[in-house]
């Protein structure tokens, strides 16, 4: 045994051992075993060979002899090189046995990483293919022994020339000196991050382990066929479960030389193929196929994709178009796997990357300090376990890094968990790029690089592609101007570096950003990268100001009647009345990408990390000086915690940068536009309805009632009853449940926001008219506000009362609120939760509450309220405080994720806008969400209102449904649709 090597310890290898993961057999006495159960049934099909069970163990007995008879036997290493074929299974096989342990490498690989294997693992022997896709690999391993003393024999598949040949390798089975089962069986190559590749040493005892338990998962049984589409040299193929799983169960394996839809589709009709596996890249090429293929393809049960993210779109898109299931596998040479399971809901299985198969894979999900994040937050996972490594092949000084002190093997993958367990994938730490599923460490280009003359420094960063997943571009800063792409892949194939390790696009920079400590920043990189949206010369506004005489809110309901555009959203803050007129760019951003239009071009990329996602696409956009309006809808929320959700298509966030902008205050408006006509147009409409007449609304119009009383009374407090029993069962502390009443004929919604506004205080309003979608409404708070210098301010505003009629019963009921024990300590739960998430985000001794306890009147109630505030720590930008912040904890409840989890499992259908907030933000990091409760929504036709009451244990189903009656009443109270004839005037409502 090789003693640099870091095993599990002792005490923790017995656990293992009673538990029966590691059963004492060797990889060869396991091959024995089938093949005494299964010894006539077929194990192997490859071209146009076929081998049973019994076969297959004759002919990697006899291939077992020749090699030890060649001095090939127990502690040795031996490179495999070949492709998809029987001498690949039988070569992997008799080495097992003889206890030499493979070194697995792909086809793809050539003379640097090769040789760079060579000496970490010194090869007594090498075993290559004549010739494959057109390269040479005799002539390579010929290279490769030149430079490595160790590599005393080369076997060659086909024509051997002056070399040992594969074919001759056949002797009577002798007697063999038994491997430890707990010794290492084979070496994998890891994906790695280092400009020096690592080996990653699997026991037979572990890798047996991995093959059996992930062949259960996937159903396998004595009567699968397993096709091996991918490069059998990759743990996926060969034993998660692939090849060595199929064994275990007894079935068929299928080889294909290449996973291309015209070899694998009629190999999977002939052998009636029921499993296989590939990478995220294939899958949308084997369906694109499926247009115009009709091989039949009925066996097909279960297709496995892992290697790099699946999409949810393209996940959807499998079983309708190829018949079978799709199991998403997330997995790593060093161990971990993890599945869907077949029978889990489309929400795991579109949406997750699985859980980990085995009860003992110990996994942490830690922040930056190595600290647990929260439930449902993302980190890096950690991971150690019966078939997880300890340690890679001879790399002691790496493996200090790679591992924690306590044994957890650093897997550099940033992932969530959900509230099923299963995890998800959300991006990546370790500095590498996972084009197609190879995964190439940033730092072996970036070494070879600056071996160029023309180039000093180089970085390698990943970009998103739609077909590859992630494509390599090459940052590099030099001397020459003129250096291309064609020059580096030139440079990079005469240093024999494979093509799928060559960067996909070459960008020529004079500078870096720089991280703190002095890094390239690679993130900030890419951000700068993404754009090929970039216009030569960004747009600016053009701005003109104006005195204006009418009241801004009157001038402002005149505007939004004007049609000036089909997309319009109006922000009421502090006086200010800002209008966001046309659609110059729009950033959609659902469950699984943010997309982002501008003009004709279109970007769009998974979404990884939500604040970073956004601040990146936003700042991509060609346009200076912008106001994004926009809304964000309550689901988003399910996502900040980490809930599942099938609804992947529903945006969550839309904002829109506007073609045109009016700001009004008292007496003064600021016009904005992309050119000067558009500036004096906007003037000459201003200028037209600018006017201190009192009539604000042309039309005729009446008020219209909805039936607030009764729809949907009854499940309401039925939904009350069950929350409540959930709330007195301790599940959590409090939760708003709301419903939806219809409102029955066609409102007007800038009359009704006109009359809304006249008659409430809110903190903020808003109207939104977009196609298909409008909303208005009074908030009563905002949601978040940072400032452009990076403030971040919440009011939480919990604890509230009537107005009264007179101003002494105002300071009665005033007095009231502040000394209602209940109000206040629930008020106080509120402040609490406020400053922990401010912590999330901010500088800690910034973080500081102002107002506390302070009365805010609005419309007919007051409601305790108080602020809290914080300085947004280096490196978070706005919306990571609105993803901390996000929703409000008064229209949500506590803790927050027990009760968004409550809503959803409650509430009939998806809230919506409902609860969540309309939002501007400017490019200057100034972000302001207000709350969306009192309001009336439309959308496809249908025109609705929504309310809801806190509920707490105490809470009756029928005091709860009168407190919506009573919101609902309020919103109703100013709803105005156009009428023939009729007397009543919003501006009767309009009290002050
Ligand atoms: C598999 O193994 P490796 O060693 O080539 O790569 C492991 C890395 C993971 O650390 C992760 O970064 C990425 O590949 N990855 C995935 C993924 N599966 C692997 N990222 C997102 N979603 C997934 N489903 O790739 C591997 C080994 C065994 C089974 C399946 C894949």
Known sequence: ??????????????????????????????????????????????????????????????????LHGRGIGLGDRVLVQLPNDLPLVLTTLALCRLGAAPIMVMTALRERELAALGALAEPVACVVQDRFL????????ERIQAGL??????????????????????????????PDPESIALLLLSGGTTDVPKLIPRTHVDYAYNARRAAEISGLDADSVYLAALPVAHNFPLASPGILGTFFAGGQVVLARTPGFDETFPLIAAERVT???????????????????????????????????????????????????????????????????????????????????CADDDVRIVDANGHDVAPGEAGELLVRGPYTIRGYYRAETYNRTAFTSDGYYRSGDKVRRTAEGALVVEGRIKDQINRAGEKIA????????????????????????????????????????ALDLAEIHRFLAAREMPRHKWPDRLELVDGWPLTAIGKIDKQALRARLQPPLTRPTPRDYIEHRLRIIADPLQLATRLAQAGLDDTLTLYERDGEWSLGIGVAARLDLNLERVRIRYGEQEQSWALEDFPSAVDNALAALPINNWRAYGMARFELARRFHGLPDADTRTELLQLVVPEREIRLRQGEALLRGFSQQAVDHLAETLGRLDSNHPETIELPLRAVQAPVAHENSEEYQRMVAAAVAEIQAGQYQKVILSRRVAIPERIDPVTSYFAGRCNNTPARSFLVLWPGFSAAGFSPETVLEVSAEGWVSTQPLAGTRALGETPEE???????????????????????????????????????????????????????????????????????????????????????????????????????????????????????????????????????????????????????????????????????????????????????
């Open 275 to 357: 499993h296989t596996a590939l990478v995220p890249a294939l899958v949308p090429l084997w369906l694109q196929a499926r247009e115009w293929d009709d091989t039949d393809l009925s066996s097909l049960q279960v297709l496995q994709v892992g290697g790099a993210r699946l999409d949810a779109e393209t996940a959807a898109r499998i079983r309708p178009e190829l018949g079978c299931a799709v199991q998403q596998v997330f997995g790593m040479a060093e161990g971990l796997l993890c599945f869907t399971h077949l029978d889990d809901p489309d929400s795991v299985v579109l949406h997750t990357q699985g859980r980990p198969m």
């Open 442 to 481: 940033a730092a072996e280009i970036e070494t070879l690089l600056v071996e160029h003359p023309a180039i000093r420094e180089a970085a390698l960063v990943a970009l998103p592609d739609t077909r590859l997943g992630e494509s390599a571009c090459a940052c590099v800063l030099g001397d020459d101007p």
């Open 1 to 66: 045994m090789d003693h640099t090597l870091a095993f599990w310890p002792p005490a923790v290898a017995q656990t293992y051992r009673d538990k029966g993961y590691w059963e004492p057999l060797t990889l060869g006495e396991q091959l024995r075993r089938w093949a005494e159960t299964h010894g006539s049934r077929t194990a192997l099909v490859a071209g146009d060979q076929r081998l049973s069970y019994a076969e297959l163990d004759a002919r990697v007995d006899r291939l077992a002899a020749a």
């Open 810 to 992: 105002e300071s009665a009921l005033r007095a009231e609120l502040l000394t209602d024990l209940k109000e206040v300590a629930e008020h106080a739960i509120s402040v609490k939760l406020s400053f922990e998430e401010l912590e999330a985000v901010c500088d800690r001794p910034s973080i500081q509450v102002s107002e506390l306890m302070s009365i805010a009147r609005r419309g007919s109630v007051q409601h305790l309220g108080s602020r809290a505030g914080g300085q947004l720590a280096p490196g978070a930008n706005p919306w990571h405080a609105f993803q901390s912040l996000f929703p409000a904890v008064t229209a949500s409840g506590i803790p927050k994720r027990e009760s968004i989890d409550a809503i959803g499992r409650h509430e009939r259908q998806p809230r919506g806008l409902y609860s969540g907030s309309v939002l501007t933000v400017d490019s200057d990091g100034t972000l302001d969400a207000a709350l969306v409760l009192r309001a009336f929504y439309e959308q496809d036709g249908k025109q609705w209102l929504q309310a809801g009451a806190g509920l707490i244990a105490l809470s009756t189903p029928q005091r709860e449904l009168q407190e919506t009656r009573e919101k609902l009443a309020g919103v109703c109270a100013n709803l105005f649709a156009p009428a023939v004839a009729a007397n009543d005037h919003p501006e009767e409502a309009c009290a002050s």
């Open 134 to 141: 057109g390269f040479d690999h005799r002539a390579l391993a």
């Open 149 to 178: 003393p160790s590599l005393r024999e080369i076997v060659v598949v086909g024509e051997a020339g002056p070399h040992t040949a594969f074919a001759a390798l056949d002797a009577e089975p002798v007697a063999l000196p038994r």
